[in-house]
């Protein structure tokens, strides 16, 4: 069994950025895809980015493309996701997910979660 536990989350001004890290304990998930998602108040868990295990494909939503970045290091077995020119819109509590079967962008496909870490960006 793999548990994950994020971490990085926190209170920034709209445009600052802030980094999360996912790192796993129990056994490794270097060899899975990993990802990104999101939950605000009152919406449904929403994709965010996926990467491969390997790192060679990431995946990203149209509405933090170009603003977050997704990465994985197999050698500290975690996966960070970077998250610049935050708006408020991006205030959520973030969750990382591991070993997707299937589509990486769809939450119902991914085997294990973290227990998620809050981001609130103030305008």
């Known amino acids: 069994q793999v548990q994950l536990v994020e971490s990085g989350g926190g209170l920034v001004q709209a445009g600052g950025s802030l980094r999360l890290s996912c790192a796993a304990s129990g056994r490794t998930f270097s060899g899975y895809g990993k990802g990104w998602f999101r939950q605000a108040p009152g919406k449904e868990r929403e994709f965010v980015a996926a990467?491969?295990?390997?790192?060679?494909?990431?995946y990203y939503a149209d509405s933090v493309k170009g603003r977050f970045t997704i990465s994985t290091d197999n050698a500290k077995d975690t996966v960070s996701l970077q998250m610049n020119s935050l708006k408020p819109e991006d205030t959520a509590v973030y969750y990382c997910?591991?070993?997707?079967?299937?589509?990486?962008?769809?939450?119902?496909?991914?085997?294990?979660w973290g227990q998620g870490t809050q981001v609130t960006v103030s305008s």
């Open positions: 997910a591991a070993n997707p079967v299937g589509s990486p962008t769809n939450p119902y496909r991914y085997n294990y």
């Open positions: 990467v491969t295990w390997n790192g060679d494909t990431t």
